[in-house]
T-cell receptor, first 116, second 114 residues
Framework: AQSVAQPEDQVNVAEGNPLTVKCTYS??????LFWYVQYPNRGLQFLLKYITGDNLVKGSYGFEAEFNKSQTSFHLKKPSALVSDSALYFCAVRAQRRSNDYKLSFGAGTTVTVRA | NAGVTQTPKFQVLKTGQSMTLQCAQDMNHEYMSWYRQDPGMGLRLIHYSVGAGITDQGEVPNGYNVSRSTTEDFPLRLLSAAPSQTSVYFCASKAGGPFTNIQYFGAGTRLSVL
C-alpha cells in the first residue's frame, strides 16, 4: 500500500518569509511524487513532480521541492512567500513499479496562509 | 481550451435519490478518474478508467457506478444517495503511458445529500 502524510494541517507565514510545507510518503519501490495546489472553489492544479534524477525539483510560481529518499520526504518550499500563495496544498505519491497503475495517493492537505 | 469539464457545479439531493455527475475531457486522455474530497481526508479515489470500455474500483467505490463508453466522457452515478456521500467530487484525466504523469482536474461538483 502507498500513503502520504502531511503532518501540518495549517502553515502560517508572513509575506516575504520562507515557506515550507512538509510531506512524507510510504511506497513499495521508487516513488513518483507530486505537489498540487487548490485555490478556493477550484480544482487541483499541478505544481511540480519528482520522477527521477536531480533531488531538487523546480516547479510553477517559484516553488521547489526536495526529494530525500533516506527520510522518505518531499517537502515543498518557496524562498519568499506571497499573499497569493495562500491555498490548500496536496502532496501525492504513486509507485513506479507498474507502468499501467496510475493511481495516486493524496495526503490530507495543508492550508497555507500568508499574511501581508 | 476547456480541459476537464464537470457538471453540475452544485447539487442537492434527498436521501435515496439517484443522479449522474458528468465529466468530459477534450485532451484525448486515456486515463480518467473520480475522487471525493472530504475535510481532513484529502482526495480518495472512487473509480478510474484506463481507456474506453475499461473501468476499475478505487479505494471508496461503494454506492457509485461508472462507465466509459467514449474516450471523452466518464460519468459517475450515485445509485441511491446517502448523507455520507455529501462531498466535493473531482474528475481528473491524464495521458496514457508511464512518463506522462500529470493529472488534470475539473473544477469540482459540490454535492449535498439531505
Amino acid at each position: 500500500a502507498q500513503s502520504v502524510a502531511q503532518p501540518e494541517d495549517q502553515v502560517n507565514v508572513a509575506e516575504g518569509n520562507p515557506l515550507t510545507v512538509k510531506c512524507t510518503y510510504s511506497v513499495s519501490g521508487n516513488p513518483y511524487l507530486f505537489w498540487y495546489v487548490q485555490y478556493p472553489n477550484r480544482g487541483l492544479q499541478f505544481l511540480l513532480k519528482y520522477i527521477t534524477g536531480d533531488n531538487l525539483v523546480k516547479g510553477s510560481y517559484g516553488f521547489e521541492a526536495e526529494f530525500n529518499k533516506s527520510q522518505t520526504s518531499f517537502h515543498l518550499k518557496k524562498p519568499s512567500a506571497l499573499v497569493s500563495d495562500s491555498a490548500l496544498y496536496f502532496c501525492a505519491v504513486r509507485a513506479q513499479r507498474r507502468s499501467n497503475d496510475y493511481k495516486l495517493s493524496f495526503g490530507a492537505g495543508t492550508t497555507v496562509t500568508v499574511r501581508a | 481550451n476547456a480541459g476537464v469539464t464537470q457538471t453540475p457545479k452544485f447539487q442537492v439531493l434527498k436521501t435515496g435519490q439517484s443522479m449522474t455527475l458528468q465529466c468530459a475531457q477534450d485532451m484525448n486522455h486515456e486515463y480518467m478518474s473520480w475522487y471525493r474530497q472530504d475535510p481532513g481526508m484529502g482526495l480518495r479515489l472512487i473509480h478510474y478508467s484506463v481507456g474506453a470500455g475499461i473501468t476499475d474500483q478505487g479505494e471508496v467505490p461503494n454506492g457509485y457506478n461508472v462507465s466509459r463508453s467514449t474516450t471523452e466522457d466518464f460519468p459517475l452515478r450515485l445509485l441511491s444517495a446517502a448523507p455520507s456521500q455529501t462531498s466535493v467530487y473531482f474528475c481528473a484525466s491524464k495521458a496514457g503511458g508511464p512518463f506522462t504523469n500529470i493529472q488534470y482536474f475539473g473544477a469540482g461538483t459540490r454535492l449535498s445529500v439531505l
